[in-house]
Protein backbone atom coordinates (compact mmCIF):
# COMPACT_ATOMS: atom_id res chain seq x y z
CA UNK A 1 0.00 0.00 0.00
CA UNK A 2 1.42 3.22 -0.80
CA UNK A 3 0.33 6.60 0.55
CA UNK A 4 0.59 10.37 0.21
CA UNK A 5 -0.91 13.70 1.63
CA UNK A 6 -1.80 16.69 -0.94
CA UNK A 7 -1.78 20.00 0.66
CA UNK A 8 -4.36 22.72 -0.46
CA UNK A 9 -5.49 26.22 -0.16
CA UNK A 10 -8.96 27.23 0.77
CA UNK A 11 -9.46 31.03 -0.15
CA UNK A 12 -13.31 31.02 0.85
CA UNK A 13 -15.50 30.16 3.88
CA UNK A 14 -17.62 27.50 1.71
CA UNK A 15 -15.34 26.45 -1.62
CA UNK A 16 -15.89 22.90 -3.74
CA UNK A 17 -12.03 22.42 -4.53
CA UNK A 18 -12.54 19.77 -7.96
CA UNK A 19 -8.77 16.64 -6.79
CA UNK A 20 -9.86 14.65 -9.43
CA UNK A 21 -6.37 15.61 -10.69
CA UNK A 22 -4.27 14.83 -7.99
CA UNK A 23 -6.16 12.03 -7.69
CA UNK A 24 -5.07 10.72 -10.94
CA UNK A 25 -1.77 11.92 -10.85
CA UNK A 26 -1.21 10.02 -7.35
CA UNK A 27 -2.48 6.65 -9.08
CA UNK A 28 -0.48 7.28 -11.98
CA UNK A 29 3.18 7.75 -9.85
CA UNK A 30 2.21 4.86 -7.21
CA UNK A 31 -1.27 2.86 -8.33
CA UNK A 32 -1.83 -0.19 -10.21
CA UNK A 33 -3.82 -1.49 -12.87
CA UNK A 34 -6.57 -3.11 -10.44
CA UNK A 35 -7.89 -1.82 -7.17
CA UNK A 36 -9.25 1.29 -5.46
CA UNK A 37 -7.97 5.16 -3.88
CA UNK A 38 -8.78 6.22 -0.65
CA UNK A 39 -9.16 9.66 -0.49
CA UNK A 40 -9.78 11.07 3.24
CA UNK A 41 -9.95 14.32 4.71
CA UNK A 42 -7.52 15.13 7.22
CA UNK A 43 -9.96 17.74 8.81
CA UNK A 44 -12.71 18.32 10.96
CA UNK A 45 -14.53 21.27 9.12
CA UNK A 46 -13.74 19.57 5.43
CA UNK A 47 -15.84 17.05 3.32
CA UNK A 48 -15.17 14.55 0.42
CA UNK A 49 -17.61 14.01 -1.88
CA UNK A 50 -17.84 12.78 -5.28
CA UNK A 51 -20.13 14.76 -7.23
CA UNK A 52 -20.58 17.23 -10.01
CA UNK A 53 -18.40 20.38 -10.36
CA UNK A 54 -21.15 22.61 -11.50
CA UNK A 55 -21.33 26.25 -10.57
CA UNK A 56 -25.56 26.34 -9.86
CA UNK A 57 -25.12 22.46 -8.16
CA UNK A 58 -21.99 23.83 -5.90
CA UNK A 59 -24.58 26.75 -5.35
CA UNK A 60 -27.62 24.76 -4.02
CA UNK A 61 -24.90 22.48 -2.28
CA UNK A 62 -24.60 25.46 -0.15
CA UNK A 63 -27.65 26.36 0.45
CA UNK A 64 -28.66 23.07 1.08
CA UNK A 65 -26.18 22.57 4.24
CA UNK A 66 -27.28 26.56 5.36
CA UNK A 67 -30.44 25.59 6.08
CA UNK A 68 -29.82 22.32 7.61
CA UNK A 69 -26.91 23.49 10.29
CA UNK A 70 -26.89 27.34 9.78
CA UNK A 71 -23.76 29.42 10.87
CA UNK A 72 -26.04 31.75 13.27
CA UNK A 73 -28.06 28.98 15.12
CA UNK A 74 -26.94 28.40 18.85
CA UNK A 75 -24.76 25.21 19.10
CA UNK A 76 -23.23 24.30 21.93
CA UNK A 77 -19.60 23.74 20.77
CA UNK A 78 -19.63 27.90 19.91
CA UNK A 79 -19.94 28.59 23.62
CA UNK A 80 -16.10 28.84 23.29
CA UNK A 81 -16.00 30.25 26.90
CA UNK A 82 -17.45 27.05 28.90
CA UNK A 83 -14.97 24.72 26.89
CA UNK A 84 -11.91 24.26 29.00
CA UNK A 85 -8.33 25.52 27.38
CA UNK A 86 -9.46 27.07 24.45
CA UNK A 87 -7.82 29.95 23.12
CA UNK A 88 -10.36 33.31 22.56
CA UNK A 89 -9.73 33.29 18.93
CA UNK A 90 -11.11 29.95 18.29
CA UNK A 91 -13.68 29.66 15.58
CA UNK A 92 -17.10 30.13 16.46
CA UNK A 93 -17.70 26.59 13.62
CA UNK A 94 -19.74 24.25 14.82
CA UNK A 95 -21.81 24.62 11.79
CA UNK A 96 -18.81 23.59 9.82
CA UNK A 97 -18.61 20.67 11.65
CA UNK A 98 -22.23 19.37 11.36
CA UNK A 99 -22.18 19.96 7.76
CA UNK A 100 -18.79 18.03 7.25
CA UNK A 101 -20.99 14.91 9.15
CA UNK A 102 -23.44 15.25 6.71
CA UNK A 103 -21.27 14.31 3.21
CA UNK A 104 -18.81 12.37 5.15
CA UNK A 105 -14.84 13.09 4.88
CA UNK A 106 -13.81 9.93 3.10
CA UNK A 107 -14.75 8.59 -0.45
CA UNK A 108 -13.54 5.25 -2.42
CA UNK A 109 -12.61 5.35 -5.87
CA UNK A 110 -12.42 1.98 -7.91
CA UNK A 111 -9.71 1.83 -10.16
CA UNK A 112 -9.57 -0.40 -13.41
CA UNK A 113 -7.14 -0.75 -16.12
CA UNK A 114 -5.24 1.73 -14.56
CA UNK A 115 -7.97 4.28 -14.62
CA UNK A 116 -9.93 5.92 -12.07
CA UNK A 117 -13.58 4.55 -12.75
CA UNK A 118 -15.83 7.94 -12.57
CA UNK A 119 -18.75 8.79 -13.88
CA UNK A 120 -18.82 11.24 -17.27
CA UNK A 121 -19.52 14.37 -14.95
CA UNK A 122 -18.02 13.10 -11.65
CA UNK A 123 -15.30 14.30 -9.91
CA UNK A 124 -13.41 14.08 -6.60
CA UNK A 125 -14.10 17.57 -4.32
CA UNK A 126 -12.69 18.81 -0.85
CA UNK A 127 -15.51 20.68 0.58
CA UNK A 128 -14.36 23.54 2.55
CA UNK A 129 -16.60 24.17 5.11
CA UNK A 130 -14.80 26.48 7.47
CA UNK A 131 -12.30 28.83 5.35
CA UNK A 132 -9.96 29.99 4.20
CA UNK A 133 -7.52 27.71 5.73
CA UNK A 134 -4.67 25.36 4.57
CA UNK A 135 -5.61 21.74 3.96
CA UNK A 136 -4.58 17.92 3.56
CA UNK A 137 -6.26 15.43 1.86
CA UNK A 138 -4.53 11.51 2.51
CA UNK A 139 -4.75 9.25 -1.16
CA UNK A 140 -3.78 5.52 -0.29
CA UNK A 141 -3.83 3.24 -2.90
CA UNK A 142 -5.13 -0.31 -2.27
CA UNK A 143 -4.27 -3.11 -4.83
CA UNK A 144 -6.59 -5.76 -5.55
Not at 12 to 27: D, E, M, N, P, W
Not at 41 to 65: C, G, K
Not at 110 to 132: A, F, R
Amino acid sequence: MTHQLISLASEQGFQCLAITSQVRSFLRQHGGREGAVVVSSQHTTTAVIINEMEERLLLDIEHWLSQIAPAAAPWKHNDVHLRPNIPADEPRNAHAHLQALLLGNQVIVNVSKGELVLGTYQDVILVELDGPRQRQVSLQWLSS
